[in-house]
T-cell receptor, first 110, second 113 residues
């Protein structure tokens, strides 16, 4: 069966520090992968999606970037975090047509 | 692009009562409308979906209706139970491989015992 792993579950980082969140999918090949952000009390905002290795589409200009170095690995990064980057980050993949989400990473920038 | 609105943002019901959440979408090309349930500290999970060639779909206590002309769809939960308490998201998109959904802002449902 397919599973999605996302880590870490929680993260507290100072302003200006770098960020790296990792997501991996098992049990499938060439999945479409997504990074969403959920601000407190808000909906799901699509940040990046990828249809293949090295292919990244950005939905919203951000202080963030994404990379897909391997077929089933999706990484969300930042060189310098801002306070406004705080939120709940979710990785997801789609299996036509359902989306499967990871458990999420709660990022607090202090 | 697609824009999805969702109402209400919060909803409290007594256990056993029904709950209704409504969504509207803007892109008439959208043909797939899933609903996701997000429990505290977890990622959303699909609970029911409907395609544009169907007006209503039911799964036990959960039902979804779609009005393509008016571009709105609704989630109905009957005989609510405390475990139904969660945040519910509607979404709209194209039912094709590689689709990107647009999610509504979510509804926090509280079922009071």
């Amino acid at each position: 069966s397919q599973t999605i792993h996302q880590w870490p579950a929680t993260l507290v980082q100072p302003v200006g520090s770098p960020l790296s969140l990792e997501c991996t999918v098992e049990g499938t090949s060439n999945p479409n992968l997504y990074w969403y952000r959920q601000a407190a009390g808000r909906g799901l905002q699509l940040l990046f999606y990828s249809v293949g290795i090295g292919q990244i589409s950005s939905e919203v200009p951000q202080n963030l970037s994404a990379s897909r170095p391997q077929d089933r690995q999706f990484i969300l990064s930042s060189k310098k975090l801002l306070l406004s980057d705080s939120g709940f980050y979710l990785c997801a993949w789609t299996s036509y047509p359902e989306a499967f989400f990871g458990q999420g990473t709660r990022l607090t920038v202090v | 692009g697609e824009n999805v609105e969702q109402h209400p943002s919060t909803l409290s019901v007594q256990e056993g009562d029904s709950a209704v959440i409504k969504c509207t979408y803007s892109d008439s090309a959208s043909n797939y409308f899933p609903w996701y349930k997000q429990e505290l500290g977890k990622g959303p999970q699909l609970i029911i979906d409907i395609r544009s060639n169907v007006g209503e779909k039911k799964d036990q206590r959960i039902a979804v209706t779609l009005n393509k002309t008016a571009k709105h769809f609704s989630l109905h939960i009957t005989e609510t139970q405390p475990e139904d308490s969660a945040v519910y998201f509607c979404a709209a998109g194209l039912d094709n491989y590689g689709q990107n959904f647009v999610f509504g802002p979510g509804t926090r449902l509280s079922v009071l015992p």
